[in-house]
């Protein structure tokens, strides 16, 4: 057993712990990444039914990124973490839709230039206002800490249609919005670059590879990780974080602390409470994974053409948590297969994704939230078969998992999956030797949460060594 102290602990085992591991133990001092499951991952990873491995926010990843572009997030993230990037094999979207009142479509890929085609075709009056704000999106800095500032607002003084306007939204909030109605332009910003200028790919394998991958090199640098360790509380002196205190009662202290369960859940681990109080997330989401034979898959365009559809049924779009269970009105219908290149299976997936009332989840018995998720289950179906064809008929294997399913494994407070809409740009907290990494440091999608953890370790821990 190792020591009980260490030079920087990390609670939580996801993609910004591992990240943030790698990048400190490549120095040689001591690190313990703290998981309290058995396997890593956190909103990003898996599990295995009927011989089925089932991927958990895996759609696809943002940011992507040639091997030659050396200043892109994706590649510079792999020279922090001294990964090959040439190894990393990747593939490309075929390309995704954003679909409205099931008439009105905008294509876009990893190629800006296919949008700006749609929005010319479609939107004829405001392709120059969009070129303006493709402008103002390059030159924005969304990293320096600033006042918030409405993206709703801004994108009204830029764009006079807001059907238009809506539509942009959309994949960008369900992607890594935190907020009801609205978003920081800053978050805005990130978020357009990253599945607009850059767009959406897949590794060649599972995130359970690229999991793999992750925790061999923490290892070999070496990293440790403790498993089925959850941590109690978090032990300070008033100014400084001392240790943290595990589920167990025993103790181990620490010079730094990383903690990647958000704002909300680390203010719950301080056993005292200096730290300001920061809102609960209200954005989660219900998920229905459903897998089909290849030899049924139909002749549906939808099916066979895209990688990603998101979808606003309504006259106008509300990002905002439901007052049902589940509103399927909007969504998101994501087929995992279709990406450039990727090897073709047996099966192959259709994944719908639709927001979500925690409340409503929680606050049940175990007999009405089986009832629930077979109700809104197939009530998410129906809309969806409304727009790329039946498919249920052919159906092998099907899994759900709610916001109640979502906090047990990730340890989101009330399963807001994009965390705490207050967000913490910097990652510095009232203790001087405890940072927040992941989505309430306000970097988004597996990219961007992973350099949290790099930006954290450097900003913060190796600049003043």
């Known amino acids: 057993m190792a020591d009980s102290h260490y030079s920087l602990i990390i609670i939580g085992g996801g993609l910004s712990g591992l990240a943030a591991g790698i990048r400190f ?30 991927e958990t926010g895996l759609h696809a990843m943002t940011n992507y990124a040639g091997p030659k572009e050396r200043h892109a ?29 099931n008439d009105l479509a905008l294509d876009f890929s990893n190629d800006i230039s296919l949008l700006k085609e749609e929005i010319a075709a479609k939107f004829p009056g405001s392709i120059d206002s969009f070129n303006t704000l493709l402008k103002v999106v390059t030159e ?33 909030m369900v992607y890594g919005n935190s907020e009801e109605h609205d978003m920081d332009f800053g ?47 978090i032990v300070s002196d008033g100014k400084s974080i001392t240790g943290v205190r595990l589920a167990d009662q025993s103790q181990l202290s620490c010079d730094n602390l990383i903690s990647t369960v958000g704002t909300p859940g680390t203010e719950k681990l301080l056993n005292d409470r200096q730290q300001e109080i920061y809102p609960l997330g209200q954005m989660s989401f219900v998920e229905s994974i459903f897998i089909l034979p290849s030899k049924n898959k139909s002749k549906s365009k939808y099916i066979n053409d895209y990688t990603i559809i998101f979808y606003s049924l ?12 589940i509103d399927p009105q909007w969504g ?18 259709i994944r719908i994704t639709n927001s979500a009332n925690y ?32 498919f249920y ?20 407070e009330c399963g807001a999956v994009y965390g705490s809409p207050l967000k913490i740009k910097d990652g510095k907290t009232a203790y001087n030797n405890l940072f927040i990494a992941g989505t309430d440091q306000g970097y988004l999608g597996i990219v961007g949460s992973m350099l949290s953890g790099v930006t954290m370790v450097n900003q913060n821990i190796l600049s003043i060594r």
């Open 187 to 233: 978050q805005f910003v990130i978020m357009f670059r990253s599945l607009y200028f850059e767009g959406f790919f897949r590794p060649d394998g599972t995130i359970k590879e690229f999991l793999d991958m992750l925790v061999e090199k923490f290892r070999s640098l070496g990293g440790e990780v403790r498993y089925k360790s959850a941590v109690d509380s």
């Open 393 to 412: 008929q052919n159906v092998v294997y099907e899994d759900s998992f709610t916001p109640v399913t979502i906090e047990k494994y990730t340890g989101k």
């Open 73 to 101: 997030p994706l590649n510079r993230l792999f020279r922090q973490l001294n990964l090959s990037r040439k190894k990393f094999i990747t593939h490309e979207q075929f390309s995704s839709r954003i679909l409205f009142q």
């Open 25 to 54: 133990a490549r120095f040689g001092e001591s690190v313990l990444i703290l998981e309290k499951h058995s396997i890593p991952g956190g909103l990003n990873s898996y599990y295995y039914r009927k011989n089925f491995l089932l």
């Open 314 to 325: 309504a006259d106008q779009f509300d990002y905002c948590r439901p007052t049902l269970p």
């Open 359 to 390: 409340d409503l989840w929680k606050n049940t018995t175990k007999d009405q939230y089986k009832q629930m998720k077979e109700k809104w289950g197939r009530e998410s179906r129906r809309v969806t078969e409304e727009i790329i064809g039946k």
């Open 332 to 349: 998101v219908i994501c087929f995992p297969e279709n990406f450039h290149g990727l090897h073709r299976s047996d099966y192959f997936q």
């Open 140 to 172: 924005y800095d969304p990293f320096t800490p600033k006042k918030w500032v409405s993206t709703r607002e801004t994108l009204a003084g830029i764009i006079t249609e807001s059907l238009l306007i809506d539509m942009l939204l959309l994949p960008l």
